[in-house]
């Protein structure tokens, strides 16, 4: 993409009335933009991360049998009465229609995904089933300080599983966690997300939640490096040691939740009558279990994570693009350097290398760099009198110091297997 | 994908609180599923179809220079305060958050993208722009009666265009009208859908519909086959003769208005202060333009159009999937009957074709028949016993009465081709 197509700029001044960093550094770089308290727009930069965040998600849940679907934000409030969530969940922004209709926005949507399997769901022919949908969210929030790491609004991703009993969630839920790894683990958060014990409730012992350890978050783990585990300090009774191995050195880590998984069984089957028949012909009721992550979260985390001083660093597969290539040019030569740079622009769109290229004339180098530095894309390309002068372009790494000449007929080649 | 894998069954009896053509064959079909009147899911076949809809019009906004970003359902009482439409704007839904302040639901975006601009148009340099989303939206009906052509919750593609002046303006209409007809005529609607002059407001003498000739319409347009225009009888002051080029020939006929197209000229840059220098210093107002395509009404209106007495008939670049592949067997040859079938499938997704593969054992050939014509893949191939015996398979669009076997080892090849 040109730069000088992009109707978004970066902001100088952090914007005053943002207190998280993560919404700091996102206004500035001009990825998203602030209309009320935790109520965020996504600009061009910031909808292509958010797209490929969804998109690792999304691959990852169509790889263990998820079926992706589509469901409202609208939920009438006879949904909600059933569970008596209407009454117990705080968070639900509630309206009415002109019809006289109550409804409440969608934060959670076992109340629409129950009945609506109930249609589908008859024989133990019929299970197991994993609809997911990536949707908007609401939660009425009294207080909305956390960019969009806690948004009044956000984008969610919530898989819902029906099983025939128990064992079968067992089982699914387990395949369900090693999906979670292995998508935290592309989205640049491997290494640092701990799976955490937390509260369950009448239905299961604990639930799961995923945890990156992060200054930012809202939350404290107490993590066990012997069990690779971790327990949210708001269910643990010993903090000198952990639970499941007796080991001593369990550290204490603010974390924030950027996932969780939960055995639902029969809260939400029982009360919307969700049964089957099984293989003896008899009426059985099924388990359920339900695994969120919040894209715009996972969003705002890996920036609280991945920045420095300069801006923010993208990890690889969720940058908004892989290279940024920067136009750099003495008045005189000009006209020479910028046939050179849109040549290698148009190779590495014909090699489908996503590249944001800064073709602008009007902006000195420093700004170039400090811009490139705070978008953050993995590789940075130069183009100048002084590299054009050795056939070559600068390449460097976002993550590191180092730069290097690469000779402008093998760079495509380079990045291609890069 | 697997016909046995996928969760919604197709239902036998058309919903009986469901009185539209187009959600009734969707729900029988398993494409969505009503919740409320005038709010539905999107079940897995339904949400490709309404992907495949965005996918077509991004294309189309992008190739005009269209940048795509995601702005919030919750809009602050203030943003509409602004232009009085807190007041005038009947079908919002209003609602109040935990912190005492007011929100309406995004039923049209102009309050938030005009001062979103403000924040990065300063200069003429910075002309034109033309930001767009495709984001759900809500509009507060009293009655909800035409399925998905006319929802409480809707999707809708909306563009917001901004120009140095009235000139910039009128050029970008044109560019954006031709892409318009573009999309229709994609979206396999071509030929039966009019630009139409519409009621404008203090700011134009008209706006613009494109409506699409349907007898379930809402609207009624006059058409003139001469100017290939048409006129909706709302403004219309004689139904003899049409206005332009004076033909007597005026067809009036019943329309849904699948887009519609504005100048806003400085209806919302003038409340939101909205100004840039232009080239000699002096401080001007920006124009601008909106232009609006709901894809889940799209999909609505294809569905009446696009049907015969045993189902709907997708146009290709629309439907869920391009091949609707069943496999039928006597029970002695089914296992040899599936392992070619099998192949045949396995042969074609190598080959990139979307192939929605019946290889249901429980399930005779009348269902399977009368399922694929209920869900109107544009092509169905068969495999069975009788067409083995051939060494083919039977090939038969769903828009023509005509079957013809296919060799095997042809098969797909000449998908590819076709």
Redesign the interface.
Known sequence: MLQS?????T?KEAPKDEMSFNAQALIRA?FI?K???G??????LG?RV?DKISRVIREEMDAI?G??????????KE?WAKTGRWETLDVL???K???E?E?A?GATHEE?ITP??R???FSYR?LP?M?YQIQ?K?R????AKAGIMRG??FLMKDMYSFHADQADLDRFYEVAKQAYFKIFERLGLGGITYLTYASGSSFSKYSHEFQTICAAGEDTIFICDNCRMAVNKEIIKDQEQCPICGNKKFREEKAVEVGNIFKLANKYSQPFGLEYVNDKGEKKEVAMGCYGIGPSRVMGTVVEICHDERGIVWPKEIAPFKVHLLLLSNKSSWENNKKEADKLYQKMREQGIEVLYDEREEKGAGEKFSEADLIGCPIRIVVSDKTLAEGSAEVKKRNSADSKLVKIDNLVKELTQS
């Open positions: 197509k992009l109707f978004t700029k902001i001009g933009d209309l009320a308290a109520i965020y727009s996504f600009l061009p909808l958010l049998g079926e992706e679907i589509l469901m409202p934000v609208l939920i009438p949904n922004f509630k309206l229609g002109e019809d209709k409804y926005l629409v609506l399997c249609k589908f769901l019929d089933i609809p908007i609401f009425n929030e009294l207080r009044r609004e």
